[in-house]
């Protein structure tokens, strides 16, 4: 039986325990209280009295019942306890929370108990004496007799089996968000070597066919990171992580601005985009401007997908305020393929497209109407449809927002300059080594003075020596990762402890705008992040004038040629940078070869934790330098760590990446001769 079916099966007991009590009230209360058994020693003993026909009958029928009944006096004595009882005291339970009696009242009745006939509901857990742990849901009901006394009856469910089911489910959510995160991480990480080399090459002299070439490598791994972001979009979701912000701003300026990061794609596909604005003048209003951006994003970026010609249009039009708020209906309506009728019950469904030829067509996973609708729900608004094949298709959405303060007017944006980050020290902390290199390039180009750590120990203990201006602080390492180190820095006294730290960072569950101040960050960027975002993100939270700078004399370029099987052209002006091609050979010289003997080690030791984080960090590393078909094994002997792989089978991969790692640092001492 699956875990769904258990907990359904559960709630139906749990809602004929609740049917059987309220029955078995009304017996009590007229059949049985009225006679109260004199109480003995034992709290679940009475005394046999003589008992009418009727009244034996209602005997039966508790003792019958497989719930737990108990009935007390106001001076906690026990009047009526069924065989239940008596069978739940025989395996020796020991209340959570003390009580001497397990079900009875741990205070007396007053003035302050509820009145006659309500119910007072609540759980408890009892560990037995074989070391188990049960659970009950109990109910309690005050009753009064004939003559005005109370009694206090007690009836209660065993839910063991529920919240049972309940822990494992709650376990399996912990393990889908720490596979999220993990797949966060393994995705991004990459990714942000591929697109930070993109943006090198696109610096250097390319040939046409070249830049073509890296205009569809830069297009692949955009539409990718909007494919992983929808993904972990809808697992936050599932996972209730998505926090909403609530801060006044120009609904129409948010639209237009969003409208117009569109504009490249709108011309390249020969099509108009318009915004007809309100005929009314909005106010200020209040809600979460990232997120309206987010759900007009994705419908204008569908539009666009399945609009050959013609024209796009959005709309924003206020309705009648009540009190305090206001809700706006927005419209994205375009002239594209439009959509089957009988499409339209299940298009806002999470891994639905309209057409099982849209994926192999124009791409995406689905998820992303689905992702537009539980943003819009969670703000308290609807969204829905109108299309006919053929005849284009309207996407409409409304959100209530409240009417918000008079905003306040936005600085200047500063340009882009060396000016702006020259001088600045950083403590870049970075275990990936290309990551490494695609980083101290990018912050080399502002003459920024740059310090490495490769984990977090070594940041903590470089961070002592000195004090930084910044601190660049990669998550996941090993050692010690990020987070440890960024708490060591700020609970303990150092030059650092005060100093700006970013987190880097491709998990988005661990690290997010809700969390990254309360770990100890200034701020955090989303790996992969380009240069921009980078530049962007020192220069606003450094917040210095620019400074004079000498004009820098250009570097002597030296060309270097591929060899073996790895390639070193994707760098682009790099890849023929003498002083940046020498670190890239002495650092494969240094750290690979020891990395792969560790990987041969942890295979010899069947150390499948140790093999799988080998042959992840020299994943990274053969990838970017285009390793083939090396990258592949080790990704494989990666996912074989965690398998019962036996040692023959892992044996050849490891080899292999041996045998190439050997003749590749021999070649690549060759080349650092000829560059000295």
């Not at 991004?188 to 090459?201: A, I, N, S």
């Not at 080594?433 to 490495?452: C, F, R």
Request: proline residues 4%; aromatic residues 6%; negative net charge.
């Amino acid at each position: 039986m699956s875990l769904e079916e258990e907990l359904a099966l559960e709630r139906r007991r749990r809602g004929i325990a609740e049917a059987e009590v309220l029955r078995l009230q009304a017996q009590l209360e007229s059949k049985v209280v009225a006679h109260a058994l004199v109480p003995t020693s034992l709290p679940f003993e009475t005394v046999e009295q003589d008992i009418p026909y009727e009244e034996e009958l209602v005997r039966q029928i508790i003792d019958s019942s497989p719930y737990i009944i108990y009935v007390e006096d106001e001076r906690g004595q026990c009047l009526l306890a069924n065989q239940r009882y008596k069978q739940f005291l025989s395996l020796g339970p020991s209340s959570a929370d003390a009580q001497q009696v397990p079900f009875a009242s741990i205070v007396n009745f007053s003035a302050n108990w509820p009145v006659s006939g309500s119910v007072l509901t609540s759980e408890e857990n009892y560990l037995l004496q074989n070391g188990t742990t049960i659970w009950h849901h109990t109910t309690k009901s005050l009753l009064v007799r004939n003559n005005g006394a109370r009694c206090l009856l007690t009836c209660s469910a065993d839910i063991t089996e529920l919240k049972r089911a309940q822990q494992a489910i709650e376990a399996l959510v912990q393990t889908k968000q720490e596979f999220i995160a993990k797949l966060s991480h393994e995705i991004r990480t990459p990714l942000h070597g591929v697109m930070g080399l993109v943006e090198l090459l696109n610096k250097s002299s390319l040939s046409a066919e070249q830049a073509d070439y890296v205009e569809l490598i830069e297009f692949s791994t955009k539409n990718l990171l909007v494919v992983i972001d929808d993904v972990l979009d809808f697992a936050r979701m599932e996972l209730g992580k998505v926090h909403l912000e609530t801060i006044s701003f120009d609904v129409l300026k948010t639209v237009q601005n969003t409208a117009r990061s569109f504009a490249a794609n709108i011309a390249e596909k020969g099509l108009q985009l318009r915004v007809d604005e309100p005929i009314s003048l909005l106010p200020p209003l209040q809600g979460d401007p990232h997120r309206l951006h987010q759900v007009l994003v994705n419908l204008i970026n569908n539009a666009i997908k399945f609009t050959h010609q013609g024209t796009i249009t959005i709309t924003l039009e206020a309705g009648e305020q009540i009190g305090e708020v206001l809700p706006v209906t927005f419209s994205v309506t375009d002239t594209g393929i439009g959509i089957k009728s009988s499409s339209l019950d299940y298009i806002f469904d999470s891994f639905q497209q309209a057409d099982s030829s849209i994926p192999r067509l124009y791409g995406g996973a689905g998820l992303g109407l689905s992702i537009c609708r539980n943003l819009i729900e969670l703000q308290g608004g609807k969204i829905g449809v109108r299309s006919e094949l053929g005849q284009g298709s309207c996407f409409y959405f409304t959100i209530p927002y409240v009417v918000g303060e008079k905003l306040k007017a936005s600085e200047p944006v500063a340009a882009q300059s060396i000016d702006m980050l020259q001088g600045l020290t950083i403590l870049l902390v970075e275990d990936n080594p290309i990551n490494q290199l695609i980083a101290v390039s990018m912050l080399g180009e502002w003459q920024v003075q740059v310090d490495m750590a490769q984990n977090g120990e070594e940041a903590v203990a470089k961070a002592q020596l000195r004090e930084y201006d910044i601190i660049l602080m990669d998550i996941q390492m090993p050692q010690q990762d990020g987070l440890a180190a960024t708490a060591l820095l700020r609970a303990n006294s150092n030059p650092n402890q005060h100093t700006l730290i970013i987190a880097l960072t491709a998990d988005v569950l661990q690290i997010n705008a809700n969390s990254y101040q309360a770990q100890g960050f200034n701020d955090y960027l989303l790996k992969p992040f380009s240069e921009a975002a980078l530049y962007e993100l020192l220069v606003r939270v450094n917040q210095r004038g620019p400074l004079m700078v000498a004009e820098v004399a250009p570097t002597d370029l030296h060309t270097m040629t591929s060899r073996r099987h790895y390639n070193l052209n994707m760098l682009g002006k790099l890849a023929i940078d003498p002083v940046f091609v020498r670190k890239l050979l002495e650092l494969f010289i240094s750290k690979v070869p020891g990395q792969v003997y560790a990987l041969q080690e942890a295979v010899e030791q069947n150390n499948r934790p140790m093999i799988g984080h080998e042959a992840h960090m020299l994943k990274t590393i053969f990838g970017n330098l285009q390793i083939e078909p090396e990258t592949e094994y080790l990704r494989k002997l990666e996912t074989l760590a965690d398998k019962e792989t036996s040692k023959a089978e892992l044996m050849p991969l490891v080899k292999a990446v041996a045998e190439t790692t050997e003749l590749l640092s021999v070649l690549f001492q060759e080349e650092l001769g000829r560059l000295s």
